[in-house]
């Protein structure tokens, strides 16, 4: 079963929207982690956020928000006034940390391509 | 540049082909993680070392594939017999494994093409 599931494949949208992508994860573990990355096109992840599951408060960064909600078991990502930079393929991550030595379980990814 | 660095970044071979990656970590990082990514797909575990134990593999490593760490430092991904299947893009990460420490940080990926 997939652990995480990122539903969005592409999505377009012009510059200066507001553009939330989906995660949703999978575990039976009380304690775990959950990621959000970012992959350009030159294919570097770079590392965005990382919320513990014992943290629900939502985090605003700039333009980047997350929303951590346990009962629908979804941490899902907003930009704010979206900018052709923000172009790349992100990925959301789960890890499970007492299990398998923090191994990350990625989605599929969403492809964001941001429109001048 | 602090982060963590790959070579090569790019490898071309020819199936049947034995080829070895290279992964530095972070420095003062002592787990080191190996991953898998095709096109259209997240990456895929295979493989990681706490300092220089291998402490898991998973199932995606077929006996072709062979890890080492020999120091706890850097760490070498091997694949013999290179098959077609095995082009894709080969992740390293590292993380320091503490409270709030644990968080994986990417190389740059070194892409493998098998003709």
């Known amino acids: 079963a997939q652990k995480v599931t990122q539903a969005q494949t592409e999505i377009s949208v012009v510059e200066k929207e507001d553009v939330t992508l989906d995660c949703v994860y999978e575990?039976?573990?009380?304690?775990?982690?959950l990621f959000w990355y970012k992959q350009p096109p030159s294919g570097e992840l770079v590392f965005l956020i990382r919320r513990n599951s014992f943290d629900e408060q939502n985090e605003i960064s700039g333009r980047y928000s997350w929303n951590f909600q346990k009962s629908t078991s979804s941490f899902n990502f907003t930009i704010t006034a979206s900018q052709v930079v923000d172009s790349a393929v992100y990925f959301c991550a789960l890890s499970e940390a007492f299990r398998t030595g923090n191994q990350f379980y990625f989605g599929t990814g969403t492809s964001l391509t941001v429109i001048p | 540049d602090t982060g963590v660095s790959q070579d090569p970044r790019h490898k071309i071979t020819k199936r049947g082909q034995n080829v070895t990656f290279r992964c530095d970590p972070i420095s003062e990082h002592n787990r080191l993680y190996w991953y898998r990514q095709t096109l259209g797909q997240g990456p895929e575990f295979l493989t990681y070392f706490q300092n220089e134990a291998q402490l898991e593999k998973s199932r995606l490593l077929s006996d072709r594939f062979s890890a080492e760490r020999p120091k706890g430092s850097f760490s070498t991904l091997e694949i013999q017999r290179t098959e077609q299947g095995d082009s894709a893009m080969y992740l390293c990460?590292?993380?320091?494994?503490?409270?709030?420490?644990?968080?994986?940080?990417f190389g740059p990926g070194t892409r493998l093409t098998v003709l």
């Open positions: 575990t039976r573990d009380t304690t775990y982690y």
């Open positions: 990460a590292s993380s320091l494994v503490g409270v709030n420490t644990d968080t994986q940080y």
